[in-house]
């Protein structure tokens, strides 16, 4: 199957399948801001958001048998606190590097030999902010009548 990722400024990335040409599927986090490049790293698996805001967002791309599916996993804080204009990944170099609205060019060490290391480190992390934000929306204990009037 051949896909095609696209992004759009309405913070949505879409999957789609080439040999039938239709979308297979849509990805939006509420974290996403207006997305103006991405960058896909094929050895971790992974595609890294640039936005609006001041972080880049690190998708998972998983690809199962019904087809490509985009999960969150983390995001880099930039320095710079104006959107990203253009990203790239240097294979060779194996850097990342990020151009921010105010010229400013960030560089980030990506270390794809230890792909399997950094997936588990990836997927342990999205565990850990999945569980922290699951404890934040529990409800919170209810006051009865009797403790009112005390």
């Known amino acids: 199957m051949r896909t095609l990722i696209s992004a759009s400024k309405d913070t949505m990335l879409k999957v ?6 239709k979308c297979l599927g849509t990805y939006s986090e509420h974290s996403l801001s207006k997305i103006s490049d991405f960058c896909m790293i094929g050895e971790l698996s992974v595609l890294v958001v640039a936005g609006a805001d001041n972080q880049l967002k690190i998708v998972a791309v998983e690809i199962t048998n019904e087809g490509v599916q985009l999960k969150f996993n983390s995001s880099l804080q930039k320095e710079s606190n104006h959107r990203a204009v253009q990203i790239t990944f240097d294979r060779k170099q194996q850097l990342l590097f990020c151009l921010s609205a105010d010229n400013k060019m960030e560089t980030f060490k990506v270390n794809v030999d230890r792909a ?11 565990k850990k902010s999945a569980k922290r934000l699951h404890s934040e929306t529990e409800e ?8 009112l009037q005390e």
């Open 16 to 21: 789609w399948d080439l040999d039938q040409q």
């Open 140 to 147: 919170a204990p209810t006051l009865d009548k009797a403790h």
């Open 116 to 126: 399997d290391s950094i997936r588990k480190k990836l997927a342990k992390k999205s």
